[in-house]
């Protein structure tokens, strides 16, 4: 037996070996089978993947919301000046040269009916925990040699033309979005102009997380929002100022164009009842590294703008809806501007000293000097009557004294009504004659107290001046 054992090993040794290299073989085959596989399902991977990767943009397009917007406006403006302390610059009459008139005062002037077109294209989107939030803008606007923001005997000649631009692009991401003190940190070009109480005037809603009072500006950064509950809020500001280019403000005579400045602020607002639903903000606003030059014309540029220091402001407000259970909203807001000069002096008196011919755009000294030296104050009131659903009126009054100065770089007034050192009074009414349509009629009377209303520099002058503008537009918004 043990022999026939020993006998049959080779033969058993045999067959392992055969039915090894099957298995082998048969492995092989299912490897190359694998193989083929995987790569006919990466193929076909490749081809969808640009497939799928459009459906999820074409997803996520389609959780945008686009929401157009559509205003057209015309304007007459009229414009008288008195005189100016210390103002005596002299120009050429025309035709007649060897006479001579004043430029900067002593005149009054009827300027053309002007109009302007704006188109907004609103965006929003929401994706679970984080929101998106859009605006993109075009103006057009007839002004050119009577542009209104050079309000002097002899216009400089300005190019009338359109601007497009995105004055708004921000993300909105809330990590714990459900807790009852959640905190928002937003990034991007930020919602910062527009503010309250001007909505009312404006028939939309708030679009600025500030008082426009105390700060009406453009600005990108972040911004950091904690709830305390369902109306109160506090909000901290990073960010740096800009200015839009002058064609998106055809008639603003009374702001500049920000060359630098860091925004750092803190602004709270809280909701409650006060004889109606009231809304109660406040905060400070500091602009550190402060350096802008008026808007004097196309000639006119950063070459003589200097950082002058910092401008802090403070502003506390309350807007009352429903005041009594009426159709009546009142509102009131009163903000400080304190300035903190470093020394520097911006000088702006002699534009072309090589040209004996032409004194510049002024002679006189409120257009030269370090940032104000004083504290300033402006309070804003009015109030709103809505007739129906249809027809509503309002009227609404602003004082800026002396040294007042507004952070007003990206108010979207037409005439900055804000930054005005004197008295602007408004009066309006309102026809929504469609569900997506409405018509307004508006007088708007500003009188200039003081020079340099919109100017953080200079030792202002006093003035006696004054614009009456009516107004008619139309609008879509959907």
């Not at 403070?314 to 009163?334: C, R």
């Not at 507004?406 to 026809?431: C, I």
Request: hydrophobic share 35%; net charge negative.
């Amino acid at each position: 037996m043990k022999k026939t054992f020993l006998l049959s090993i080779p033969a058993l040794l045999f067959a392992t070996q055969s039915n090894m290299e099957l298995k082998i073989q048969k492995l092989e085959n299912e490897m190359q089978v694998l193989k083929e596989e995987m790569k006919y399902h990466q193929d076909d991977l490749d081809e969808r993947m640009p497939i799928i990767e459009m459906a999820e943009k074409k997803s996520i397009l389609d959780k945008i919301n686009f929401s157009p917007e559509l205003l057209l406006r015309f304007d007459k403006l009229d414009y008288k000046n008195g005189m100016i302390e210390g103002e005596n610059t002299k120009i050429s009459v025309p035709l007649h040269p060897m006479f001579t008139e004043q430029r900067r005062d002593e005149y009054a002037k009827r300027f053309d009916i002007a109009s302007s077109i704006r188109f907004r294209l609103n965006m929003d989107m929401s994706l679970d925990d984080i929101k998106f939030h859009g605006r993109m803008l075009y103006m057009n606007s007839s002004q050119s040699n009577q542009r209104v923001c050079i309000l002097s005997r002899d216009i400089k000649v300005g190019d009338a033309g359109s601007a497009f631009d995105v004055d708004q692009a921000y993300v909105d991401y809330s990590p714990n979005k459900g807790s009852d003190y959640s905190f928002t940190f937003s990034f991007g070009l930020l919602p910062t102009s527009g503010g309250t109480p001007m909505q009312y005037a404006q028939e939309r809603p708030r679009t600025s997380m500030f008082p426009a009072l105390a700060f009406n500006m453009n600005a990108y950064g972040i911004i950091g929002t904690q709830r305390f509950n369902e109306d109160a809020f506090l909000r901290i500001i990073l960010a740096k100022a800009y200015t839009l280019r002058a064609n998106f403000y055809p008639y603003q005579c009374n702001r500049e164009n920000i060359d630098n400045a860091n925004i750092m602020g803190a602004y709270g607002d809280a909701r409650f009842h006060f004889l109606g639903n009231s809304l109660l903000s406040f905060g400070v606003n500091a602009l550190n590294d402060f350096k802008a030059h008026p808007y004097l014309g196309p000639d006119i540029d950063a070459s003589d703008a200097h950082n002058l220091g910092t401008m802090v402001t403070f502003g506390v407000g309350i807007d009352v809806e429903k005041v009594a259970n009426s159709d009546t909203t009142l509102f009131l807001h009163s903000a400080l501007s304190n300035p903190h000069a470093n020394g520097q002096i911006d000088d702006y008196k002699i534009i072309n000293p090589t040209d004996p011919n032409d004194p510049g755009f002024t002679t006189a000294d409120y257009s030269t000097g370090t940032m104000l030296t004083s504290n300033g104050h402006s309070v804003y009131l009015g109030a709103k009557y809505d007739f129906n659903e249809a027809f509503n009126v309002g009227a609404e009054y602003n004082y800026g004294s002396k040294y007042w100065f507004g952070a007003t770089q990206g108010a979207e007034d037409m005439f900055n009504k804000l930054a005005t050192r004197g008295s602007a009074y408004e009066a309006y009414g309102v026809w929504k004659f469609h569900k997506y349509l409405n018509s307004k009629l508006s007088y708007l009377r500003i009188h200039e107290t003081y020079t340099g209303s919109g100017w953080h520099f200079g030792e202002p002058a006093k003035k006696n001046a004054t614009q009456s503008i009516v107004s008619l537009s139309l609008e879509a918004r959907f």
